[in-house]
């Protein structure tokens, strides 16, 4: 077998194993299609809100920025979409999730550059997620970039 088959027999073998491991965990691979604001997205036609943030409405100090910034990290980039706990779905239909990539979440990012506040979760009469207690504790951190 040549060293181009191997490889792409390797690469193969890998994607299978990250695809099951996914499965298992509750995980899902996607490609976001469409981003909505800073705390809503679309993989592959899906609609996402952003498992435990809240960023600002439109019209509203930040709006766009989170909106933009959103676009630049995950905008058609293969992203894991995984629920954390609690609530799967709002009262919009939405998916609640959280949005990971190359190690990174799309929440923590958001919050830790002062875009998103936590919010929705345990201390808010919401079921409890398991990042709450990192979200939590960056945001009282992180200064509010509108005020």
Known sequence: MGRCVRS???????????AAMALVSGCRLGTVTYVVDGDTLDVDGRRIR???IDT?????CGFQDAKERVSQLVGGRRVIVK?????????????????QWD???LGTVLIGEGRAKARYDGLDGYDRHE????YRSLDQ?????CK
């Open 56 to 60: 600002p409405e439109r019209g509203k």
């Open 103 to 105: 190690g990174l979440d």
């Open 8 to 18: 792409r027999v390797r690469v193969g073998a890998i994607t299978l194993v990250v």
């Open 83 to 99: 629920n954390g706990g609690g609530d799967t779905v709002d009262q919009y239909d939405r998916e609640i999730a959280y949005i």
């Open 50 to 52: 952003i498992q435990g």
């Open 131 to 134: 990042l709450q207690d990192r």
């Open 141 to 145: 951190r992180v200064p509010d970039r």
